[in-house]
């Protein structure tokens, strides 16, 4: 009897396991670790941005890595030679379909990735590698800011004159020296509410997945 239920244990386990191994290849299938998607342009700075060529467009992808990850823009048919500096930001101004949020205050936090720089046909491509998907985040215990997630992109004009023409005034913090010009381009809710970096929502609302 022994013998029996033994061997009938063994069956039962070499029944099992190839679906068990099908069910986590099924799970491990379904994390995503490749996303592109598409900055939008600020309507009221549209006129400042464009070139001569069609409408600015902004592809970015970014693809998670072991150690971290790789985030590529691609920005075309923007006036040439504009310069402008990438952040990582809590929230974004525009909604899904590029309009501008009734409800929106501010970006959140916002942390400086890199510059992007157009040629003189309007064109600039730049890559980042660091940690990106899901788990992007800043703290400070000094101003008691909790670890807070930067899942949107964005790119502002680095020059404040360049969006003058379009009625900006002033300043914004958007660049190393803390003088640049307004949003220029920058991602909207899609898959996730929380922006474009979270690759896999979390089922707790608000929440992303590690």
């Known amino acids: 009897m022994k013998l029996s239920a033994t061997v009938g244990v063994l069956v039962c386990l070499l029944l099992v396991s190839p679906l068990a191994r099908a069910q986590d290849a099924e799970s491990a299938a379904a994390t995503v670790t490749r996303s592109t998607f598409q900055l939008l342009p600020n ?38 030679n504009l310069g402008f500096d990438l952040f990582t930001v809590q929230r974004t101004n525009l909604l899904s379909k590029g309009t501008v949020d009734p409800n929106f205050t501010n970006f959140g936090l916002a942390w400086y990735q890199t510059d992007v720089q157009a040629n003189k046909q309007g064109n600039a491509r730049v890559k980042i590698q660091t940690i990106l998907v899901d788990q992007i985040f800043g703290f400070d215990p000094d101003v008691s800011l909790t670890p807070t997630n930067t899942f949107h992109v964005g790119i502002w004009f680095n020059n404040p004159a360049d969006a003058t023409a ?40 608000g929440e992303c997945g590690p």
């Not at 309507?43 to 693809?63: E, N, W, Y």
């Not at 002033?170 to 979270?198: E, K, Q, R, W």
């Open 166 to 205: 379009c009625g900006f005034t002033g300043t914004t913090s958007f660049n190393g020296d803390h003088n640049a010009g307004p949003n220029a381009m920058i991602s909207v809710p899609g898959a996730s509410a929380l922006g474009p970096l979270c690759l896999n929502p979390s089922n707790t609302p």
């Open 43 to 80: 309507p009221k700075f549209l006129s400042c941005l464009s070139g001569t060529k069609g409408t600015p467009t902004a592809k970015v992808t970014v693809v998670e890595g072991d150690l971290n990850d790789t985030l590529t823009l691609s920005l075309s048919h923007v006036k040439p």
